[in-house]
């Protein structure tokens, strides 16, 4: 029978479930690491539709009990049990070895002396524990049985209850083989019990998902709002160019001390803007984040980057204003530090960009790859020792000249509460 189905699942993979809202398209994750918070979502998604096979078997009593074709225990037990001169087909179910091997008790049955449905119950006892197990027989009037299948599981489908579309199945009997139409009727009855059932886990899944996908969204407002603060789309910290016209403002001024400088300073410049694209590209990656779990380690590990830059470029702008006031131990303590983290060879940022233009599925991969190596830098560069306050007002100066947004005293703020915090995270994790 066809249904409209409204949610369709199409991942079984371990530690992450995703289902498809039909009507929307719209992709949503649930993943086995997910907090308490969202334990709830998991329960109604991971553990997927059980059919609560004691509410199917009375409803469809319920329906039945007064029709001709209708079979309680006591008609079962007769019939089956037979007779020498018995015309009915039912004691045929004495000689099936599905039916035998265990201690099956009748629930009920429906149809003729030749052909019918029965329902039954079975125990099993395993590792000393009882399982009960809601079985059905079809019987046909050529004589073949189907042995018993539990009734709430499909037919040859991984996982027991989805195929390959997604959608659940119910494990239907072929109706062209009965010829009653009074049982076939019965048997469709069947699969819309079924189907009701399912309807209403659907109906639970489908709020679910939705106020978990409003939920995402929200947050995702809120977090991205936050990095851009004037909503143009771009990442605030990389917005500004001050790197690049402090560099050409001074350029005589760095050639007069050492020629080869201006080439060093030029490689830090790549550098940072290689940086700033890369920023506003996990970034952008992040609007499509499908879960809330992820939307929470990739942002983290966003603003750890931006960190990683700010450090970067506080320490770029104080290398040119050093250098240019002949404060040169200043500039070599930065221009070694810089050069032991290879800043003046921008290789692996322009891999990490190239790999974002390209990412496929390993965008998980990366964020760790970019985590690792930004923590490498920030705990390089995290104690600003050389920062004093005639330096702090010497590059306040010299960015005031080239009409400079930053405020020196706010990026060290920025940069010094962001170190803490890391710090803290890392002693508490």
């Not at 059980?50 to 009375?58: A, C, I, T």
């Not at 409003?214 to 995702?220: A, C, G, R």
């Not at 983290?300 to 830059?309: A, C, G, Q, R, W």
């Not at 930004?374 to 004093?388: A, C, F, P, R």
């Amino acid at each position: 029978m066809e249904f409209e189905y409204r949610i369709k699942k199409f991942s079984d993979d371990i530690q992450c479930q995703k289902f498809k809202i039909v009507e929307t398209g719209k992709v949503l994750e649930i993943n086995s690491y997910e907090t308490d918070e969202v334990k709830d979502i998991q329960s109604i998604i991971m553990d997927k539709f059980e059919l609560d096979e004691s509410k199917f078997l009375d409803e469809l009593i319920l329906k039945y009990k007064n029709h001709q074709l209708y079979l309680d225990t006591n008609k079962l037990k007769s019939l089956i049990k037979g007779g020498f001169f018995s015309k009915t087909n039912w004691s045929r179910f004495k000689k099936n070895h599905h039916f035998t091997k265990e201690n099956q008790k009748f629930i009920m049955g429906f149809g003729n002396e030749k052909e019918g449905v029965l329902f039954t119950k079975s125990e099993r006892i395993i590792d000393g524990r009882k399982y009960y197990n809601h079985n059905r027989y079809s019987m046909y009037e050529n004589g073949g049985i189907d042995n018993g299948f539990v009734i709430g599981y499909s037919g040859p489908i991984s996982n027991g209850r989805w195929n390959e579309e997604g959608k659940f199945r119910v494990n239907e009997i072929i109706t062209s083989k009965f010829k009653s139409n009074d049982i076939k009727s019965f048997i469709s009855e069947q699969f819309l019990l079924v189907m009701k059932q399912y309807r209403v886990w659907e109906d639970r899944v489908l709020v679910t998902l939705n106020e978990k996908e409003k939920n995402l969204s929200q947050n995702k407002s809120s977090v991205l709002s936050e990095l851009d603060k004037d909503g143009n789309g771009e990442v605030d910290v990389v917005e500004g160019n001050d790197f690049n016209l402090l560099l050409k403002k001074y350029q005589k001024s760095i050639v007069e001390v050492d020629r080869n400088y201006v080439q060093q300073f030029v490689k830090v410049s790549s550098y940072i803007k290689t940086k700033k694209g890369n920023i506003q590209s996990i970034f952008n990656f992040i609007k499509d984040i499908p879960n809330q779990e992820l939307l929470n380690e990739y942002i983290e590990i966003l603003k750890d980057d931006i960190h990683t830059y700010n450090l970067v470029l506080f320490n770029s702008l104080n290398m040119i204003v050093s250098l240019v006031e002949d404060d040169m131990i200043t500039f070599y303590e930065i221009h070694e530090m810089f050069d032991n983290l290879n800043m003046f060879d921008s290789k692996h940022e322009k891999d990490v960009s190239q790999k974002l233009t390209n990412i496929g599925d390993g965008l998980k991969d990366l964020m760790y790859e970019i985590r690792d190596v930004g923590d490498k830098i920030s705990d390089s560069i995290q104690e600003l020792i050389y920062v004093t306050e005639e330096s702090n007002r010497l590059l306040s100066s010299q960015l005031s000249e080239i009409d400079s947004t930053i405020k020196v005293g706010n990026l060290i703020s920025t940069i010094n509460t962001y170190q803490n915090y890391k710090t803290n995270r890392r002693l508490n994790s």
